[in-house]
């Protein structure tokens, strides 16, 4: 069975780094792309960008290329997201979730259940 | 980046309809166009892959169309648990931007 567990809900201040994690298993995770969607509170759903864990290949939305950055480890089965300065605005449900192949044009076809990042002063 | 325009932003409606969403792309995406469902709280689910192939699992009452730019996902006899916010999603090229969701309400 595919699965994507997403690491806890967090608490932090402006200014503070995070890096949350998504691990998938039931699946060979080096050979599927993964990806990441924002949603903020009572609004819809923002795609940031995807990571193929067998080489690293990533791409970003524009609207996120340099606010975060996306990684993976291929030897746990783990990807991320980080940011190194949070700012109240990236306040949100983060989600990660699989791409249907090994094609960059597929859509998510599984998903985690997502982390909750709150960031307040 | 590709717009993704859905309409109705909402809609009301009765168990046993048949429910018709429209998506429309800023430029031509061939069939790269899913549907995903969302419920309060929970990750969203995929129902429609590349404008008309049903997702394992998906019930058949869903079904999507279109080619191009103008894309539609159609419930054909409302259950109750139907009842969920629905987005259209563009996989044509990076971002694979999502439209502002649709949500479908009791009537």
């Known amino acids: 069975e595919v699965q994507l567990v997403q690491s806890g809900a967090e608490v932090k201040k402006p200014g503070e780094s995070l890096k949350i994690s998504c691990k998938g298993s039931g699946y060979s995770f080096p050979n599927y792309w993964i990806g990441w969607v924002r949603q903020m509170p009572g609004k819809g759903l923002e795609w940031m960008g995807i990571?193929?864990?067998?080489?690293?290949?990533?791409r970003y939305s524009p609207s996120f290329q340099g606010q975060v950055t996306i990684s993976a480890d291929k030897s746990i089965s783990t990807a991320y997201v980080q940011w190194s300065s949070l700012k109240a605005s990236d306040t949100a449900m983060y989600y990660c979730a699989r791409m249907h192949s090994n094609n960059p044009l597929a859509p998510f076809d599984y998903w985690g259940q997502g982390t909750l990042v709150t960031v307040s002063s | 980046d590709i717009q993704m325009t859905q309409s109705p932003s909402s809609l009301s409606a009765s168990l046993g309809d048949r429910v018709t969403i429209t998506c429309r792309a800023s430029q031509s995406i061939s069939s790269y166009l899913n549907w995903y469902q969302q419920k309060p709280g929970k990750a969203p689910k995929l129902l429609i892959y590349?404008?008309?192939r049903l997702q394992s699992g998906v019930p058949s009452r869903f079904s999507g169309s279109g080619s191009g730019t103008d894309f539609t996902l159609t419930i054909s006899s409302l259950q109750p648990e139907d009842f969920a916010t629905y987005y259209c999603?563009?996989?044509?090229?990076?971002?694979?931007?999502f439209g502002q969701g649709t949500k479908l309400e009791i009537k």
């Open positions: 999603q563009q996989s044509h090229s990076t971002p694979h931007t």
């Open positions: 990571i193929y864990p067998g080489d690293s290949n990533t």
């Open positions: 590349a404008a008309s």
